[in-house]
């Protein structure tokens, strides 16, 4: 059975780049504790998220935006359907993007942010965590570059005003109607570059090991769950795997409970080209030609129905 690795992000970097790195390129996932992002700012997040979350129906979906594929503000439940899956999901979500200054040419790639009215407080609070998810990725993403054999700063420019998306998930208690085979997240790979994964101590999450076999995520209170996406896969032509997941719904007690989690899909910039570093291409494995994240992410989309 692969193990996933889990390390303190307060040791130096170059001492968990060797054991995340093994763990990113077996089975794509890693278990980050002491990742920097405070605690009293996630408590508040959470207080935030099941505020919204309780908002009447009718309220909420004001902050739906039809035909913007939910980049930001509110997507419904049971409206996502996860590529090749038979049935929706069963969760509600909210995206958050950049705030970016008036102006900025990256406005064409990155639709402006919706806040809730309703939820004082949200937009502030939001906005710190995405600043503090971004500088925890900054330096997951300084363990991967050592463990690749590159110098630490070697991701920085390409992730310097990402199309970074956070999703503030809501999964309700399971309610006796939903349709027989929906689960709260069906088996999907994730399209951007890292994703970092805050709540899953509740459980429900699992991956599927290169052997095919469906495996429990179960990280330690407060730590972050980091997976590799496919675009990250892409730059390293298949060295760093980007691995299906998916979300199983509760068996007993835990069924009445609702579940809330916290990706942050750390995104490279809308232009930087993905091209597979020289070091990972050989006779064995050919490599993908080279393309923009923004064109990446289009063709993704596109398949997934969002664009
Ligand atoms: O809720 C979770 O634990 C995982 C969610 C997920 O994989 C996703 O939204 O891409
Ligand atoms: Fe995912």
Same mark, same amino acid.
């Given at each position: 059975?692969?193990?996933?690795?889990?390390?303190?992000?307060?040791?130096?970097?170059?001492?968990? *780049?060797?054991?995340?790195?093994?763990?990113?390129?077996?089975?794509?996932?890693?278990?980050?504790?002491?990742?920097?992002?405070?605690?009293?700012?996630?408590?508040? *997040?959470?207080?935030?998220?099941?505020?919204?979350?309780?908002?009447?129906?009718?309220?909420?979906?004001?902050?739906?935006?039809? !035909?913007?594929?939910?980049?930001?503000? /509110?997507?419904?439940?049971?409206?996502?359907?996860?590529?090749?899956?038979?049935? $929706?999901?069963?969760?509600?979500?909210?995206?958050?993007?950049?705030? #970016?200054?008036?102006?900025?040419?990256?406005?064409?790639?990155?639709?402006?942010?919706?806040?809730?009215?309703? $939820?004082?407080?949200?937009?502030?609070?939001?906005?710190?965590? /995405?600043?503090?998810?971004?500088?925890? !990725?900054?330096?997951?993403?300084? +363990?991967?570059?050592?463990?690749?054999?590159?110098?630490?700063?070697?991701?920085?420019?390409?992730?310097?005003?990402?199309?970074?998306?956070?999703?503030?998930?809501? /999964?309700?208690?399971?309610?006796?109607?939903?349709?027989? !085979?929906?689960?709260? *997240?069906? +088996?999907?790979?994730?399209?951007?570059?890292?994703?970092?994964?805050?709540? +899953?101590?509740?459980? !429900? #999450?699992?991956?599927?090991?290169? @052997?095919?076999?469906?495996?429990?995520?179960?990280?330690?209170?407060?730590?972050?769950?980091?997976?590799?996406?496919?675009?990250?896969?892409?730059?390293?032509?298949?060295?760093?795997?980007?691995?299906?997941?998916?979300?199983?719904?509760?068996?007993?007690?835990?069924?009445?409970?609702?579940?809330?989690?916290?990706?942050?899909?750390?995104?490279?910039?809308? @232009?930087?080209?993905?091209?597979?570093?020289?070091?990972?291409?050989?006779?064995?494995?050919?490599?993908?030609?080279?393309?923009?994240?923004?064109?990446?992410?289009?063709?993704? #989309?596109?398949?997934?129905?969002?664009?």
């Amino acid at each position: 059975m692969p193990t996933i690795a889990s390390v303190s992000l307060v040791r130096p970097l170059d001492q968990v *780049a060797e054991e995340l790195g093994r763990s990113f390129a077996e089975t794509g996932f890693g278990v980050v504790r002491d990742h920097g992002i405070p605690a009293d700012l996630i408590d508040r *997040a959470w207080a935030l998220c099941r505020e919204f979350f309780a908002l009447p129906e009718e309220v909420k979906r004001r902050y739906h935006l039809k !035909g913007t594929g939910g980049a930001r503000g /509110y997507t419904p439940f049971g409206t996502e359907q996860a590529k090749d899956a038979q049935d $929706v999901d069963l969760k509600e979500f909210w995206h958050v993007g950049r705030t #970016l200054p008036a102006g900025d040419p990256l406005e064409r790639f990155m639709a402006p942010n919706v806040w809730p009215a309703e $939820v004082p407080g949200f937009r502030e609070t939001m906005e710190d965590i /995405y600043g503090a998810f971004e500088a925890s !990725g900054a330096r997951i993403l300084q +363990a991967i570059a050592i463990s690749l054999g590159e110098a630490p700063d070697f991701f920085a420019d390409s992730v310097r005003q990402g199309n970074s998306v956070m999703r503030l998930l809501h /999964y309700p208690p399971l309610a006796p109607g939903a349709p027989e !085979g929906a689960i709260r *997240a069906a +088996a999907h790979e994730d399209i951007n570059t890292i994703t970092l994964l805050l709540g +899953a101590e509740e459980s !429900g #999450l699992q991956l599927k090991t290169a @052997d095919g076999e469906w495996i429990s995520v179960a990280p330690p209170e407060g730590a972050l769950v980091v997976n590799i996406g496919d675009m990250l896969q892409r730059q390293t032509n298949g060295h760093l795997k980007s691995t299906s997941h998916r979300v199983v719904n509760p068996v007993g007690e835990a069924a009445r409970r609702p579940r809330f989690s916290m990706p942050f899909f750390l995104h490279f910039r809308p @232009d930087f080209l993905i091209e597979p570093m020289e070091k990972f291409v050989d006779s064995a494995h050919s490599p993908l030609p080279p393309i923009t994240a923004e064109d990446y992410l289009q063709q993704r #989309l596109r398949e997934i129905k969002l664009a």
